[in-house]
DNA sequence: GATGAATGAGGATTCATTCAT
DNA sequence: AATGAATGAATCCTCATTCAT
């Protein structure tokens, strides 16, 4: 795993060398996944010897997983400060804004998390058990506050969390599948404002009466 | 015995070996993604040498090719026999019936759909061309031709679209999330027609007033 | 595949399949080298299935000696018919001749004794034994009885010989590099006639005083 | 100590390890070719894995280009410093003695030039216009400054220079067939005294009157 | 005779990792 | 910290050969 020094970097020192690992592998992995890439070609795009990687992380699994932590503790901590009171709308408005707000400035999170997710490997767990359950039981709470919700019924509430999930990650990580099929960049400045917009809306009529 | 040859036919069309050659990589493919799969592991699941595999494909890109190849006619013909007369709530929740049904028959699919979107490869180009953009036409006009539409802007349409898409392939793709987050079995019979009750009612509520 | 009419056309009766196997195999070594071309391969030029070749040869390396054997029978016969009376200029003028003619019917058969000779294989010892001394001692006899030679050391007499075997024999095993150098092409009419004459010239002024 | 650095420098040019690969990489390549020789084989002879010999040479091909390369610049270097001023007979035999004691030095030169002749590869058009069409040329102009070349027709001229070139390099491309027809050593210093002397009266007796 | 399919051995090359410098 | 070099294991793929049909 990181050095302790190393871990500590990117809020104080974002010129680290270990940052700068981090920032290569994160738009690797995401791209290609832990399989597709290799070591030397990190290190190539940091521009060190594969060798060098080794002085920050102790191994490619290591970084890996290095990766995912830095990714996610923003994320978790934006959602712990927001877990109560998310029963109004205007609530709910202001935490998805935030929300994809905080995914477009870390776009390669949703794929990461995707790729996890197929792989259903080890650390899925560790992620699950660590981010993505807290997040989860916080929306859980958040959608069963919502006065519409009656018209769905008990055993539709997962369904109904992770389709907003998908709602809003499948747009990040199916970024080529929308460029491709409707024409538009993705990553548009306008169309950030439209999928904020989107998603507000579906999650207005998934939610409310 | 001519009958029963002639039978026999379509299921053995490419012969048997190739047959269970595609079975076993699409299984793996799915699991783990085209680099993280090996033509040994492959070729070791199905009994063979893992020279035999070139005996029947000329590489293991072409094999790759040929599972997603296969996995997609079917879905495309079933997408292009119901292309017209989508306009009415019925019609659409007949087709999500069928898509829905089709899907758990081959669950490997939205799989290798999202790694192949995630990967961004060349052979989504051919994806694209040939198989999600007819289906993506489709779902356009069907949408285009739903009353409630109004309210949504013309500009959020592909997104709509593919939101629905989202919901319809999240569910398999990401099935070990919906496990490990709600401790339910995603493939149950159960949630089967739990996830199918879900997709009619969240497209409901999506398109309709 | 070809008709049986059509293998057993080339040579009238000399084998049908074997026949054209040796012919493409022939072809193939003298370009490549043993090791450089594949039983698949030389299949193929014939236009058959790489395990029919097993049907006529019972291994590639058996394929190959057949090849030179075939080659190198023909010349045999030709030397073994003037290995006597070669001691005036007019004979040996017209073993040249012939001996050029044959190769020119036979191109490959240079560059298969070249490479053989390069590799220094377990083969060269029967190709010796068989066919070079023979050859060999023939034309040391022939030389000896040159009434020019006089002017030769004894110990010259090996590098003598092997000299004009170069001459003769290495224009057709190194054409590449006199089609590249000069800019003609080696295997012209003109340049047929050109290197008879200038072996004859060659020769001449080698042996004659 | 810094003496013995800058002498130790050339030899040490490209890394001790390097220079180790090339030489058995040339003695393997010279012997059997280069379909003929696997990677892990030039790695044992040098005492290494087969994967170190990639530290050094991006491929197979590339390694073998460089033992080209290397053995082609001092022959190149060699007739460069005598282009000129060939008319002469001794100028001549000296340029032919100190060739030989070149080519003795390094013997597995020509085979390796009969070698990529004989296959008429990519890299013969390299090896022809950056190596041997200078030599060629320069042979050329030294000929056309005989006295005695009345004699040969124009056309011949290539042929006469091939052949001077087929006797000169044969004797170590052919060194197997010399021992096996005549029984001597090739090798031995004896050959190589006949055969400089070979070569120079053959020379003399093909240009001179 | 011909062939599709199977296979063990080996081909070149890349992998993640280690270590001395 | 950085790196050139080393390596065993693994990669995809081709090899010559066999065998049932």
Same mark, same amino acid.
């Given at each position: 795993m990181p050095t302790e020094e190393a871990v500590r970097v990117p809020a104080a020192e974002s010129g680290g060398t270990a940052t700068r690992i981090l920032d290569a592998a994160e738009a690797l992995f995401a791209e290609r996944g832990f399989t597709g890439v290799s070591v030397r070609e990190i290190a190539g795009r940091v521009g060190l010897?594969?060798?060098?990687?080794y002085n920050h992380f102790p191994s490619k699994q290591a970084l890996y997983e290095a990766v995912l932590d830095r990714g996610f503790g923003p994320m978790r901590d934006l959602l712990a400060a927001r877990?109560?009171?998310?029963?109004?709308p205007e609530a709910r408005e202001r935490l998805l804004a935030d929300l994809i707000e905080h995914l477009w400035r870390t776009p390669h999170l949703p794929k990461l998390v995707q790729r996890e997710v197929l792989d259903g490997g080890e650390y899925l767990d560790k992620l699950t058990e660590h981010w993505l359950k807290p997040i989860y039981e916080a929306a859980k709470k958040a959608v069963q506050a919502t006065?519409?919700?009656?018209?769905?019924?008990?055993? #539709?509430l997962p369904l109904l969390i992770l389709g907003m999930y998908h709602l809003l990650f499948g747009h990040f990580a199916s970024a080529a599948l929308l460029e491709r099929l409707?024409?538009? #960049?993705?990553?548009s400045p306008r169309m950030r404002q439209a999928h904020l917009e989107f998603v507000k809306h579906a999650t207005d009529r998934l939610l409310e009466r």
């Amino acid at each position: 795993m990181p050095t302790e020094e190393a871990v500590r970097v990117p809020a104080a020192e974002s010129g680290g060398t270990a940052t700068r690992i981090l920032d290569a592998a994160e738009a690797l992995f995401a791209e290609r996944g832990f399989t597709g890439v290799s070591v030397r070609e990190i290190a190539g795009r940091v521009g060190l010897n594969q060798a060098s990687i080794y002085n920050h992380f102790p191994s490619k699994q290591a970084l890996y997983e290095a990766v995912l932590d830095r990714g996610f503790g923003p994320m978790r901590d934006l959602l712990a400060a927001r877990a109560h009171g998310l029963g109004t709308p205007e609530a709910r408005e202001r935490l998805l804004a935030d929300l994809i707000e905080h995914l477009w400035r870390t776009p390669h999170l949703p794929k990461l998390v995707q790729r996890e997710v197929l792989d259903g490997g080890e650390y899925l767990d560790k992620l699950t058990e660590h981010w993505l359950k807290p997040i989860y039981e916080a929306a859980k709470k958040a959608v069963q506050a919502t006065p519409g919700l009656a018209r769905w019924p008990e055993e #539709d509430l997962p369904l109904l969390i992770l389709g907003m999930y998908h709602l809003l990650f499948g747009h990040f990580a199916s970024a080529a599948l929308l460029e491709r099929l409707a024409g538009v #960049d993705p990553f548009s400045p306008r169309m950030r404002q439209a999928h904020l917009e989107f998603v507000k809306h579906a999650t207005d009529r998934l939610l409310e009466r």
